[in-house]
Antibody, heavy 122, light 107 residues
């Protein structure tokens, strides 16, 4: 059974930093791309970043490029998101998400963690 | 980036109704379109992928259609557990983008 469990988020001051992690289990972590997706309070879903199975490729949304860094540890089955220069508008629930590429089809987000709330406020 | 626009933003419906939600892409995405359901306080759940393929375990009252730029999610015989917010998402070109969501409310 696939489980994705994010670490506890927290309250961070503007300009501060935070790293959130995600423990994966129930599947072969090394076979999958992984993503981070966030949701600001009362708002929709925003894809932030993804990383290939071997960490050789990463992508970022413009809103976080240069401030956030995605990484993974395949030996430990962990996904990370390092967030720097945090702003009030980064306040959101952050989801760790497994990506799956359908054979002959598109990409989908098939398993999601429960999410962790990051609040950026003075 | 490809922009995804859903309509309506919200819809009021009764148990047993048929509900249709539309999603329009700013350019053709062929059939690389997914639908998710999200209930309050919960993570989203994949319902439909590649425009019309039902994810395993999802009830048959959910169906998807469309190609190019225009897509539809239909819920037939709406059930109490279907009251939620629904999002479309394109997987044609990175960066992956979502629609703004459609809330299905109880009439």
């Amino acid at each position: 059974q696939v489980h994705l469990v994010e670490s506890r988020g927290g309250l961070v001051k503007p300009g501060g930093s935070l790293r959130v992690s995600c423990a994966a289990s129930g599947f072969d972590f090394t076979d999958y791309y992984m993503s981070w997706i966030r949701q600001a309070p009362g708002k929709g879903l925003e894809w932030l970043s993804d990383i290939s199975s071997t960490s050789s490729h990463t992508k970022y949304a413009e809103s976080v490029k240069g401030r956030f860094t995605i990484s993974r540890d395949n030996a430990k089955d962990y996904l990370y998101l390092e967030m720097n220069s945090l702003r009030a508008e980064d306040t959101a629930v952050y989801y760790c998400v497994r990506q799956h590429r359908v054979t002959g089809g598109g990409l989908l987000f098939d398993y999601w963690g429960q999410g962790t709330l990051v609040t950026v406020s003075a | 980036d490809i922009q995804m626009t859903q309509s309506p933003s919200s819809v009021s419906a009764s148990v047993g109704d048929r509900v249709t939600i539309t999603c329009r892409a700013s350019q053709s995405i062929t059939t690389y379109l997914n639908w998710y359901q999200q209930k309050p306080g919960r993570a989203p759940k994949l319902l439909i992928y590649d425009a019309s393929s039902l994810q395993s375990g999802v009830p048959l009252r959910f169906s998807g259609s469309g190609s190019g730029t225009d897509f539809t999610l239909t819920i037939s015989n709406l059930q109490p557990e279907d009251f939620a917010t629904y999002y479309c998402q394109q997987s044609y070109i990175p960066l992956w983008t979502f629609g703004q969501g459609t809330k299905v409310e109880i009439k």
